[in-house]
């Protein structure tokens, strides 16, 4: 704290900071030096002693005798909505500091007028052409669902995605609660590691998965393709398999030649892939069941306690997916995906994950 210096401390630190030719790590190093009793002297607390001497001409902190205003002063009420319409990403403290309007005082205006602090949500970063290839495809997306009401029952979805020991782990859900902070702690960067991908396909209220060792290449996609897949399309009805589509995105293991013969193959023209017949629009998970449903909700369950094996990941894993309802898979790969359709429409093929919450 400032306080526990003298004045003739900081006299001598400001003489410092000249001698030093106006470096403040130096300044602050030397001060360090010439006072080891003191508490260390850093860049922070330098730099607000220093401000506090320009604007309070003390090196105390600035003081709190504010003028206590009430919320329905209607020019405090006007200060304040108006600054944070300038300074959206600001904090009431920063309100507060900047108007001279008290925190509570500040936090009492936003309730009234309905504002909230909302949260960032990460999206998928984007190429200056892409909005124009996702608004073709959903154009068409559109057009096909028109021409066929049930078009959207039709398209096998399909997507992977790697399950290992430390998974994923969201502090904001993680609490402990108590009286005193008991320094609770969650292991993590263990040196016995485990991992397997997961293959995944949806379709209606259908679900298919596999799970396999190795890393994702061309040569593993096309044996997948070989078998789960075309064993999946095989026990459907002949005219479901002449009517389906399968959609797949533009990852390099899904780029190869030997993919698209096989793709040919089992669907003809039928397929949905980045320079395929039908272009899937790169970075576009938003448009993807299996990622705007599935694998958030799915590895939440999945690792909502620590996994101690593979074994046990491998067994939750399976019991998870027992457990998806149908109903819902069909109401993601259907309902879902058309509202989200007309709402890239809506935004010209940008993000849109934010308009949804």
Known sequence: MEETYTNAVLMNLF??????DRIITRTCRNFNEMYPNLPPMNLKKFIRIQNNFTEFGSALKAPRNLPRPVTSNEDNEINVLAYFQVFPQSSIRCAQDDLGITYSSVQRILVKHNM???KFTKVQAMKPQDPQHRVEFCEMLLVRTQEDPNFLNKIIW??????SREGIFNRRNSHFWASENPHVTK???????????????LMDNQLHYVIYEESLNSRNYVNI???DVENFVDNMPLEDYRSCWYQLDGAPAHCTREVSAELDRIFDDRWIRRLGP????PRSPDLNPLDFYLWGMFKEKVYKSPVNSKEELLLRVTQEFRNLDPTEIRS??????NTRILKCLDVNGQRF???LK
């Open 353 to 355: 994950e934010h308009l």
């Open 278 to 281: 039908w272009n899937w629009p």
């Open 187 to 201: 292991e993590a960067g263990f040196q016995e590691k485990f991992s397997f991908n997961v293959f995944c396909m």
């Open 332 to 337: 993601a790969t259907t309902n879902a995906v």
């Open 158 to 163: 399909t997507d992977e995605s790697k399950f």
């Open 225 to 227: 393709l070989r078998t």
């Open 116 to 118: 909230h602090d909302y």
């Open 15 to 20: 003489i410092l900071f000249g001698q030093c």
